[in-house]
Nanobody, 122 residues
């Protein structure tokens, strides 16, 4: 059974930085693709950044140049470094364990973490 545990959220002023972590268990992490998603109040969950087992990375346009995804297979952990945060980045951030297809990241419907709140004040 896959378990994903996020941490690192919090309250930060606009322009600040946070680093989120997501640690996986119950899976062979090194061969898994991982993704970070977020959901703001009243909005649908959206993809933020994804990374394949081989290190292929993709970002949503809204975070390119500000957020950086990375992984440490020895620690079964994926990170999201968030810089130059904006109030519109406020959301609950979730990690997901999925599959990298020919066309890109395919999220799992069931392998989600519990989420971590990120609040950016203006």
């Amino acid at each position: 059974q896959v378990q994903l545990v996020e941490s690192g959220g919090g309250l930060v002023q606009a322009g600040g930085s946070l680093r989120l972590s997501c640690t996986a268990s119950g899976t062979t992490f090194s061969i898994a693709a991982m993704g970070w998603y977020r959901q703001a109040p009243g909005k649908e969950r959206e993809v933020v950044a994804v990374i394949s087992s081989g290190g292929t990375i993709d970002y949503s346009d809204s975070v390119k140049g500000r957020f950086f995804i990375s992984r440490d297979n020895a620690k079964n952990t994926v990170y999201l470094q968030m810089n130059s945060l904006k109030p519109e980045d406020t959301a609950v951030y979730y990690c997901n364990l999925g599959v990298w297809r020919v066309w890109g990241y395919d999220p799992s419907d069931t392998s989600w973490g519990q989420g971590t709140q990120v609040t950016v004040s203006s």
